[in-house]
């Protein structure tokens, strides 16, 4: 029998088994399958792209406003219009630095970049309070602003070129995700690359400005203060995750390395013994260090058991075994039988606010549901504590004379430009109303004021 023959014989075997049918449909199936999934690869490509494209021109829309805002505050004159037009800038500067973040380049001049675009914000923030408190501003300060200036508009001219190389197609984003980060430079035409490389010369030359104070270089850098340590691998992750539970643990299984968030971290999902089947515990482990970024657990609780001073003591107790010394609480707030307790290191009996540690306490039997040390991790050090140089008795010549004062101390608070002010904190009442009132240590002026709300589950401010 030859070939041609055997063919035959075999398609007819199929068809006396109805088996040809079922392999033209299998067939059509595969076919339907492949079209269905292309399509759906290119829609999600176009909604990247989408995404992309509107990231990046509301990039050099915001970067455009900088450069036209500084330009005004290097000739305004008045304090009051020097805070407005500088407020403008504060404000365009973290709106650009968002976008940014959203592009798909992890270039070094990207990097550049987003520390410039940080420290304009920062900059022309601290500038508008020198102008609301009716200070004149130095030739320091107009020296700074002119350079923060020349480089908007290098940053502004290169984007503008690069925007439309975009429009011409001679760079997308498709390769760029494809490449990564060395692909930029590959993509854009001959004058984008020269211009970036001048732009990438003149961040060099930058380097950041440095300011006295809240300013200086090193709280530009993206530096997690209490992130010590050694990196580590998986295995010594797990471990670390193991001692959230303990024996407690009858499942534990690795969910990946997560490299988007705040802090790099391995991330692990956990079945617990006599738990639901779908309710698993969650941990975060640091890449750096080992450190537990985050854990959590819900469950049912039955019946309100503990007090509020009892679930205080357990969590405390918690953080000092898992290296966690000297926490003060501060507020709390309770919600189906869990209460979440606030607490933020001391040192030499002063409040370190930035470095803040939640916990999460079961109150029918004290069990420790969660943990979240983001604060902490990211801004806890041992600091050089100076000398007040305005006393307790002169920070309180400037509060309101109604507030009855009833307790006070000193207190480091972080500032809205990821900065830290030591303050005289003082707590009082006006009328039946709690407040928390700051003045700073070093100059006597009125830094922040909180109101607090005490109600039947927790204490909270605003």
Wanted: aromatic fraction near 10%; charged fraction near 25%; include cysteine.
């Amino acid at each position: 029998m030859n070939v041609k023959e055997k063919l035959v014989d075999w398609k007819n075997r199929l068809k006396d088994r109805h088996m040809l049918s079922v392999i033209v449909v299998m067939g059509a199936i595969i076919l339907a399958l492949g079209v269905f999934t292309y399509k759906k690869q290119t829609e999600i490509k176009q909604a990247s792209e989408n995404s992309y494209n509107l990231a990046f021109f509301q990039l050099v829309d915001y970067v455009q406003n900088v450069e036209t805002y500084l330009a005004k505050a290097l000739v305004s004159t008045t304090p009051e219009h020097g805070a407005q037009t500088l407020t403008h800038v504060w404000r365009e500067a973290d709106l650009a630095q968002s976008y940014l973040a959203q592009l798909p380049i992890g270039t070094e001049e990207l990097s550049n970049t987003s520390k410039f675009l940080n420290q304009v914000s920062d900059y022309s923030y601290s500038l508008s309070r020198k102008n609301i408190y009716n200070e004149s501003l130095t030739q320091e300060d107009l020296d700074n602003l002119k350079s923060l200036h020349d480089y908007s508009v290098e940053l502004k001219n290169t984007l503008v070129q690069l925007s439309a190389d975009m429009n011409d197609g001679r760079i997308t984003w498709e390769e760029l995700n494809k490449k990564g980060s060395n692909a930029f430079a590959q993509q854009v035409s001959n004058i984008s690359q020269d211009s970036f490389s001048n732009l990438e010369q003149n961040f060099h030359e930058y380097a950041g400005l440095i300011y006295d104070g809240a300013f200086s270089e090193h709280l530009t850098n993206p530096e997690r203060k209490g992130l010590t340590g050694e990196e580590i691998d998986e295995e010594t992750a797990k471990q670390k995750a193991y001692q959230m539970y303990g024996d407690k643990i009858e499942e534990i299984n690795f969910n990946g390395l997560s490299e988007n968030g705040n802090i790099p971290a391995y991330d692990f999902s956990i079945k617990l013994k006599d738990a639901d089947k779908n309710n698993y515990a969650s941990v975060s482990i640091s890449r750096k260090g080992g450190h537990v970024i985050f854990s959590n657990y819900n469950r049912e609780i039955e019946a309100e058991v503990l007090s509020q001073e009892k679930a205080g003591e357990l969590a405390k107790q918690f953080l000092a075994q898992h290296g966690f010394n000297n926490m003060k609480e501060t507020y709390y707030l309770k919600q189906s039988g869990i209460v979440t307790i606030n607490y933020a290191y001391e040192q030499n009996g002063v409040v370190m606010y930035p470095d803040l540690i939640k916990v999460k306490v079961a109150l029918d039997n004290g069990e420790i549901l969660g943990i979240e040390t983001t604060g902490y991790l990211n801004s806890h050090y041992e600091r050089q504590l100076a000398q007040p140089k305005i006393s307790k008795e002169q920070a309180k010549k400037t509060i309101n004379k109604n507030l009855e004062i009833q307790s006070e101390g000193l207190a480091m608070i972080p500032t809205e430009f990821k900065t830290e002010i030591l303050c005289w904190e003082f707590k009082g009442k006006v009328d039946d109303t709690d407040f928390l009132v700051y003045i700073n240590a070093e100059n006597g002026r009125e830094e922040d004021i909180l109101v607090i709300i005490n109600t039947p589950d927790g204490t909270l401010t605003m």
